[in-house]
């Protein structure tokens, strides 16, 4: 999808879930201490560093790396951090990154700043060229159970094989799997 369709769709996603996004905001900020959102330093766009925001689901002082990497990431979750992330709803705050372009509907996910394997083997196969998405097509195929290498793979398929009709299909895929909440391990 071009940047003018990713922001027509971002805007109209915005009004209609502005209610929602408001009443998580307030949930969380009600049920652990800390701000609501959670701003990370993530890779876009040729290696650009951007802060993306997210619900906050880990309490304040959790340290910054990926969650798969943490000894035992249920004792950081917040009292509602599990449902937000098993339904997804923590990434609603990304709309802002999609309306402020450094990020699209579709694409490779953002990793974090401190992913250099991840960030070095994407390199390598061209897909930090990409704007990364809030889906992607290694999202469909696997989430959080996919080891770095598959993740990267597949994110050197989509490069080959984005269109508007392949993106649409991911965004297909991504609310079965949300609804179905189909490789969520944390």
């Known amino acids: 999808m071009n940047r003018l369709c990713n922001l027509g769709i971002a805007i109209i996603a915005t009004i209609l879930?502005?209610?929602?996004?408001?009443?998580?905001?307030i949930f969380v900020r009600r049920t652990s201490p800390g701000p609501a959102l959670y701003w990370s330093?993530?890779?876009?766009?040729?290696?650009?560093?951007?802060?993306?925001?997210k619900f906050r689901t880990m309490r304040v002082g959790t340290p910054a790396v990926a969650t798969h990497m943490l000894t035992d990431p249920a004792i950081f979750l917040t009292p509602i951090g599990s449902f937000l992330r098993t339904t997804s709803l923590d990434?609603?705050?990304?709309?802002?990154?999609?309306?402020?372009?450094?990020?699209n509907f579709v694409g490779p996910r953002p990793a974090l700043f401190n992913q250099t394997d991840l960030i070095a083997l994407r390199t390598l196969q061209g897909v930090h060229k990409l704007v990364p998405g809030l889906t992607g097509w290694a999202q469909v195929n696997g989430r959080d159970e996919l080891p770095i290498l598959d993740k990267v793979k597949l994110d050197a398929e989509y490069l080959r094989r984005r269109s508007f009709w392949f993106d649409l299909w991911v965004l297909w895929l991504t609310f079965v799997k949300v609804l179905h909440r189909d490789g969520v391990s944390h």
Do not use: A, H, Y
Not at 17 to 25: D, E, S, T, W
Not at 41 to 53: S, T, Y
Not at 91 to 103: A, H, N, R, T, V
């Open 91 to 103: 990434e609603l705050p990304q709309l802002w990154s999609i309306l402020k372009g450094d990020m």
């Open 41 to 53: 330093d993530r890779v876009g766009c040729n290696n650009k560093i951007f802060k993306m925001p």
């Open 17 to 25: 879930l502005f209610l929602p996004i408001l009443v998580i905001g």
